[in-house]
């Protein structure tokens, strides 16, 4: 079984798997729709509710289950209660796989896009062309920078823990943190551009963080809290819980705050004041709120960084978002081969690359299909669906044996009662919640409105991004069927494996 060479090895490497593009490109945009500085409420207790739990959780079974020398995420599940936890366990294998299928696609574009920063391939200010390169680059060579990820994945993965993840890990974050961080404090600097009435660093601080404390009372602020900590900090992968089997001599209580908080940090204090303040200061508020989304990080931000700092800001702006989203792919990869090493037989190193190739097979729809499609498929199947079942089982696990002696004995921490109650009774109402809401989200949040509407005999307003709505949408395009096809291949696969090991 192999383990981590040193303690800050290992820390990184959790905060490599928590830290992706969700921070740089989802928060921000959350957090402005949302209420603002008020959404930061919601948004901590849902941190304190869910999110450290859950990774204490995750870290506790994770060490207690090596005991018996289990190092994936079945295993080690089926060690403390048995077969039922050896499903809870295939379940964050099956996330694992099937979010990094899609997620080294979108891996592919940070690469594609620092290599064009560098050949100046975005002139400054040309913001009305950010759109259809953004469809060329897709429509072209999206797929060659996707295959040159998975290479990279499976080396990485094919050199084992230590010379691989570790590596990538001590180098990779560092870099991450010291490229974020220094973009941040330059936004500061920027202040007013004079290029519009609205043109101000300032404005776009405003409109990100100003509190609008009305929308508190809104239940879809709540649930956009909710989603956003879960979805960031890396719970239900199972990462946490292979990742810790392997750290033996660490203090799991200790460091698993550190990952929550520089997790958070990434967040909040660099991803929240990077995007929005700076496209709001280059060209104004109205440019913000017309195009606000994930696509801004890709469609606007290398002019507005072009025409702050030139290319080799560019540069640093998508090697951090590289950086930031390789280092959570090959950890879902680490979930995957460690599985088939014990389910199979062989080293996890054996498996890097067929499992490389599985997950290019799985993730062929989503690269290759005309439009967004399957990977919007893939992001509600997963993202909304199965990462937070894999959440709500490994909370029942955890029920059944809640191992604190080991975690307690390996650490100078102790948790009182008042988080063991959290643990029990609130990060299971919050999942729940989260999941209700995927299925039930009625249009513009309002559920309010949608409740007096159904008793009124009205029916329920469905949003398009309701679960039900959106897959069957979805499964209407070739592209996005042949992606569900494959996913439930996938699920049948992992099955069998089971059987035959």
Request: aromatic share 14%.
């Amino acid at each position: 079984m192999e383990r981590w060479g040193s303690r800050l090895g290992a820390l990184l490497a959790l905060v490599g798997g928590a830290v992706g593009l969700g921070n740089f490109l989802r928060f921000p945009f959350q957090a402005a729709k949302w209420g603002g500085g008020a959404f930061l409420v919601p948004y901590g207790v849902a941190l304190l509710w869910v999110g450290l739990p859950l990774v204490w959780m995750e870290v506790a079974m994770g060490r207690a289950g090596s005991k018996a020398a289990a190092q994936s995420a079945p295993r080690l599940l089926e060690v403390l209660i048995g077969r039922w936890g050896w499903f809870v366990g295939l379940v964050a294998v099956y996330v694992s796989i099937g979010v990094a299928a899609y997620y080294a696609y979108l891996t592919g574009w940070t690469v594609g896009y620092a290599w064009h920063g560098l050949r100046g391939d975005f002139p400054a200010g040309a913001v009305e062309q950010g759109a259809s390169f953004h469809s060329r680059f897709l429509a072209g060579e999206a797929v060659l920078w996707w295959i040159g990820v998975l290479v990279l994945m499976g080396l990485v993965l094919s050199a084992g823990l230590q010379k691989g993840l570790e590596k990538v890990s001590l180098y990779g974050m560092p870099l991450l943190f010291l490229l974020a961080g220094g973009i941040a404090i330059g936004v500061f600097f920027v202040g007013e551009t004079g290029r519009c009435a609205s043109c101000s660093v300032w404005a776009g601080l405003r409109y990100l963080y100003l509190p609008r404390w009305e929308a508190l009372l809104q239940p879809a602020v709540w649930l956009a809290a909710t989603g956003q900590v879960f979805f960031t900090i890396g719970v239900g992968f199972g990462i946490y819980l292979v990742y810790s089997a392997a750290w033996s001599g660490n203090d799991p209580i200790r460091d698993s705050v550190l990952t929550v908080s520089a997790n958070t940090f990434a967040e909040v204090g660099l991803g929240g004041v990077i995007v929005i303040p700076l496209v709001a200061a280059f060209l104004g508020m109205e440019a913000v709120q017309a195009r606000a989304g994930f696509g801004m990080g890709f469609e606007v931000m290398p002019y507005v960084l072009m025409a702050w700092g030139g290319r080799l800001l560019v540069v640093a702006w998508y090697l951090l978002l590289f950086l930031a989203a390789f280092t959570s792919l090959i950890a879902m990869g680490w979930v995957g081969v460690t599985w088939l090493s014990e389910a199979v037989g062989g080293t996890p190193r054996r498996w890097a690359w067929p499992l490389t190739l599985a997950i290019a097979v799985l993730g062929a729809p989503v690269a290759f299909g005309p439009n967004s499609s399957a990977m919007d498929l893939y992001d509600q199947w997963m993202g909304s669906l199965f990462l937070v079942v894999a959440a709500l089982g490994q909370w029942w696990v955890f029920q059944r044996v809640r191992p604190w002696a080991v975690v307690e004995a390996e650490s100078r921490w102790r948790l009182g009662r008042v988080w063991r109650f959290i643990m029990q009774v609130g990060t299971p109402v919050f999942l729940i919640f989260l999941l209700v809401g995927s299925f039930f989200q009625p249009e513009k949040g309002d559920w309010v409105g949608a409740c007096r509407q159904l008793l009124a005999g009205e029916g329920w307003p469905w949003a398009p991004e309701a679960l039900p709505v959106s897959l069957a949408h979805h499964l209407r395009d070739p592209w996005g069927l042949a992606g569900f096809l494959l996913l439930i291949l996938t699920a049948g696969g992992l099955v069998l494996l089971r059987k035959r090991s």
